[in-house]
């Protein structure tokens, strides 16, 4: 594969630093949020993310008979990695994982009434696909639906929904068929956050953002926004996880991480001596930085994979997710251990070593070899379908 960008590919990137530069803004772009900064929680983000819009940069990918632009994936990736190295809110859920599953699965209807939403930044999407029971394996998911006339009632719980306190809508799976084995059986739903029959509940989180338990009181859908077909819900999640896995964990936050741990150890003293003069601190920063390499050229090798066209890149999403994840983790350990005892101080302490980001970091951190399937759910991944393991080994 080819690892150097194009003449107008390099444009778009120019073009797209220079509108951050054009929109900077503390109220929309925070780089300590990492992660989390993603999405769009507040009104500012969300009038970036329609300024975003304006200038044609959400649905790049999506054919021109839904709006889109229709050009190569490596536009969107480059503009994701653009904000999240500024902390700025990124293209989000809509563009991928409910847009382009409506594109695919989606009924006549729900085409025209979400797709130029999402377009324009209108609206903004919580997805409910874990539970108390049902974390990572998706597939044990059991909130159920049950159907009556052209109406689907749902009762359970679901945990873990980020954006259910600032979403318009909610995306959910729920089970519709009990009988059948596990994989089978669930639904895709689309669901008014404001409907009376559910409540929102915050669950505080050690990196200080909010996600939220959510229950289903009776809540009442219309049959025309049940997603695709009956029963081959958990399909449709598959397809969309590859998406999540790739898109969620962008390369330029720990990138960025790397680059102050690196600059630390270059300008740092531990009693009047250098750290850029310790030999194994220095072995440490140069495995560190290698170890960041490998990251983006995983990112990269879904990016070309994606391109190639033909069944969607699984296992290389699972390989950049699994990678990126665990080194972001040792990234913020790393951290910790080198800044030493004064990286416990919180982020803002003018004393703290790098100004408290390594205890941010280190907390926020926790989170990413879960979220979109945890390290162990990749592994099982690239066992049965890189390797060719039986499921059972």
Same mark, same amino acid.
């Given at each position: 594969m080819?690892f150097h960008f194009?003449e107008?590919?390099?444009?778009f990137?120019?073009?797209?630093?220079?509108?951050?530069?054009e929109?900077?803004?503390?109220d929309?772009?925070d *780089?300590?949020?990492?992660?989390?900064a !993603?999405?769009c929680d507040?009104p500012?983000?969300r009038a970036f993310?329609?300024k975003l819009?304006?200038r044609?940069w959400?649905?790049?990918t999506?054919?021109?008979?839904?709006?889109g !632009?229709e050009?190569e994936g *490596?536009?969107?990736?480059?503009l994701?990695?653009l904000?999240?190295?500024?902390g700025a809110?990124?293209?989000?859920?809509?563009?991928g994982?409910?847009?382009?599953t409506?594109?695919?699965?989606?009924?006549d209807k729900?085409?025209k009434?979400?797709?130029? !939403?999402?377009?324009?930044?209108?609206i903004?999407f919580?997805v409910?696909?874990?539970?108390?029971s049902?974390g990572s394996?998706?597939a044990?998911m059991?909130?159920?639906a049950?159907?009556?006339?052209?109406?689907?009632i749902?009762?359970? !719980?679901?945990?873990?929904?980020?954006?259910?306190?600032?979403a318009?809508?909610?995306w959910?799976g729920?089970?519709t068929d009990?009988?059948?084995t596990k994989?089978n059986?669930?639904?895709?739903f689309l669901?008014?956050m404001d409907?009376?029959g559910?409540?929102?509940?915050p669950m505080p989180?050690?990196g200080k953002e909010r996600?939220?338990?959510?229950?289903?009181?009776?809540v009442?859908?219309?049959?025309e926004y049940r997603v695709g077909?009956?029963n081959?819900g958990f399909q449709?999640?598959?397809?969309?996880?590859?998406?999540e896995?790739?898109?969620?964990?962008?390369f330029?936050?720990i990138?960025?991480r790397i680059?102050l741990l690196?600059?630390?150890?270059?300008?740092g003293?531990?009693?009047?001596k250098?750290l850029?003069?310790d030999p194994v601190?220095r072995q440490?920063?140069v495995n560190t930085?290698?170890?960041?390499? *490998?990251?983006r050229l995983?990112?990269?090798?879904f990016v070309?994979?994606?391109?190639?066209?033909?069944?969607?890149p699984?296992?290389?999403?699972?390989?950049?997710?699994?990678?990126?994840t665990?080194?972001?983790q040792?990234?913020?350990d790393k951290?910790?251990?080198?800044?030493?005892?004064?990286?416990q101080?919180?982020?803002?302490n003018e004393?703290a070593?790098l100004?408290?980001?390594a205890e941010?970091?280190?907390?926020?951190?926790?989170?990413?070899?879960?979220?979109?399937g945890?390290?162990?759910i990749q592994?099982?991944?690239l066992?049965?379908?890189?390797l060719g393991?039986p499921?059972n080994f």
């Amino acid at each position: 594969m080819d690892f150097h960008f194009s003449e107008k590919e390099i444009e778009f990137v120019k073009e797209v630093k220079a509108f951050i530069e054009e929109n900077r803004s503390p109220d929309v772009m925070d *780089v300590t949020r990492e992660n989390m900064a !993603q999405i769009c929680d507040t009104p500012e983000r969300r009038a970036f993310m329609k300024k975003l819009a304006k200038r044609g940069w959400l649905g790049l990918t999506w054919p021109r008979e839904y709006g889109g !632009q229709e050009v190569e994936g *490596v536009y969107e990736y480059l503009l994701n990695e653009l904000l999240s190295s500024v902390g700025a809110p990124q293209i989000g859920k809509g563009i991928g994982i409910i847009g382009k599953t409506l594109m695919r699965h989606g009924s006549d209807k729900l085409k025209k009434e979400f797709l130029p !939403q999402i377009l324009s930044a209108e609206i903004e999407f919580a997805v409910g696909y874990s539970e108390p029971s049902a974390g990572s394996d998706a597939a044990a998911m059991r909130l159920k639906a049950e159907k009556d006339g052209s109406e689907w009632i749902l009762n359970g !719980q679901k945990m873990f929904t980020t954006s259910a306190h600032f979403a318009d809508w909610y995306w959910v799976g729920a089970r519709t068929d009990t009988s059948s084995t596990k994989h089978n059986g669930i639904t895709l739903f689309l669901i008014r956050m404001d409907d009376p029959g559910l409540k929102v509940y915050p669950m505080p989180t050690m990196g200080k953002e909010r996600t939220n338990m959510v229950y289903f009181d009776n809540v009442k859908v219309s049959d025309e926004y049940r997603v695709g077909e009956m029963n081959k819900g958990f399909q449709y999640i598959s397809e969309a996880l590859d998406l999540e896995r790739f898109t969620m964990f962008t390369f330029s936050p720990i990138k960025n991480r790397i680059e102050l741990l690196t600059d630390f150890v270059r300008t740092g003293e531990r009693d009047g001596k250098a750290l850029r003069d310790d030999p194994v601190l220095r072995q440490q920063v140069v495995n560190t930085v290698v170890e960041g390499e *490998v990251a983006r050229l995983l990112g990269l090798q879904f990016v070309s994979a994606a391109l190639a066209g033909g069944k969607p890149p699984t296992s290389e999403a699972s390989a950049y997710k699994l990678y990126a994840t665990e080194l972001s983790q040792r990234v913020a350990d790393k951290t910790m251990d080198i800044a030493g005892p004064g990286s416990q101080l919180c982020l803002g302490n003018e004393t703290a070593p790098l100004r408290g980001r390594a205890e941010s970091t280190y907390t926020y951190t926790v989170i990413d070899t879960i979220g979109g399937g945890s390290s162990e759910i990749q592994k099982n991944i690239l066992a049965r379908r890189k390797l060719g393991l039986p499921k059972n080994f």
